[in-house]
């Protein structure tokens, strides 16, 4: 038998689940209106995050491939290495992203025709994603931690392949743009 968090232990991390949740897609929504160059703040264009942030992404898919096969060989400690270095990048991409929006103008998409609509697709799917995913990566985490491994990996299953999406359509979306940034 799995040894599982009790229900209180459960509870608590549901409600950090919920609370993070909720609040990392607001204050990112929130500060990435605030421009602090608009409201008059010295600060430099942090431009050159953009390629880091997003090789950090295309790091990101490769750690969660890795992992994945590290867990299908029985290599359960490098797994978990894996899984908690995939989720520190993503804390850092999170931070540079937001870091560069709050200091430089958005860049707008330039191409025409079909391109466009494929590139308005991934864009928006890769937001709405990146939002969905937050409490799956959290609970897949906890069920990981307090050892309910079935349940980890029930939706693990639903976990990855989100993930997934979100780390590579983010290294695709800065691939689109790229041209588009100004120098």
Same mark, same amino acid.
């Given at each position: 038998?799995?040894?599982?968090?009790?229900?209180?232990?459960?509870?608590?991390?549901?409600?950090?689940?919920?609370? @993070?949740?909720?609040?990392?897609?607001?204050?990112?929504?929130?500060?990435?209106?605030?421009?602090?160059?608009? @409201?008059?703040?010295?600060?430099?264009?942090?431009?050159?995050?953009? %390629?880091?942030?997003?090789?950090?992404?295309?790091?990101?898919?490769?750690?969660?491939?890795?992992?994945?096969?590290?867990?299908?060989?029985?290599?359960?400690?490098?797994?978990?290495?894996?899984?908690?270095?995939?989720?520190?990048?993503?804390?850092?991409?999170?931070?540079?992203?937001?870091?560069?929006?709050?200091?430089?103008?958005?860049?707008?998409?330039?191409?025409?025709?079909?391109?466009?609509?494929?590139?308005?697709?991934?864009?928006?799917?890769?937001?709405?994603?990146?939002?969905?995913?937050?409490?799956?990566?959290?609970?897949?985490?906890?069920?990981?931690?307090?050892?309910?491994?079935?349940?980890?990996?029930?939706?693990?299953?639903?976990?990855? %392949?989100?993930?997934?999406?979100?780390?590579?359509?983010?290294?695709?979306?800065?691939?689109?743009?790229?041209?588009?940034?100004?120098?």
């Amino acid at each position: 038998m799995e040894n599982t968090l009790t229900n209180a232990e459960e509870s608590k991390y549901n409600k950090w689940i919920v609370l @993070l949740s909720v609040a990392i897609p607001l204050v990112v929504a929130l500060l990435f209106g605030v421009n602090l160059r608009k @409201l008059g703040y010295d600060v430099q264009p942090l431009s050159f995050l953009p %390629p880091i942030y997003a090789t950090i992404n295309g790091i990101t898919a490769v750690l969660l491939v890795a992992a994945v096969w590290a867990i299908k060989n029985g290599k359960r400690a490098l797994h978990e290495r894996l899984i908690k270095v995939a989720i520190a990048c993503s804390v850092a991409f999170l931070g540079m992203y937001v870091a560069y929006h709050m200091t430089s103008d958005s860049t707008k998409f330039g191409g025409e025709g079909m391109i466009k609509y494929v590139y308005y697709f991934i864009l928006v799917t890769h937001i709405l994603l990146s939002v969905v995913i937050i409490p799956f990566v959290l609970i897949t985490y906890v069920r990981a931690i307090s050892k309910s491994f079935e349940r980890h990996k029930k939706i693990a299953k639903i976990t990855f %392949p989100l993930w997934l999406y979100v780390a590579v359509t983010g290294v695709i979306v800065y691939l689109m743009i790229s041209p588009y940034y100004v120098q």
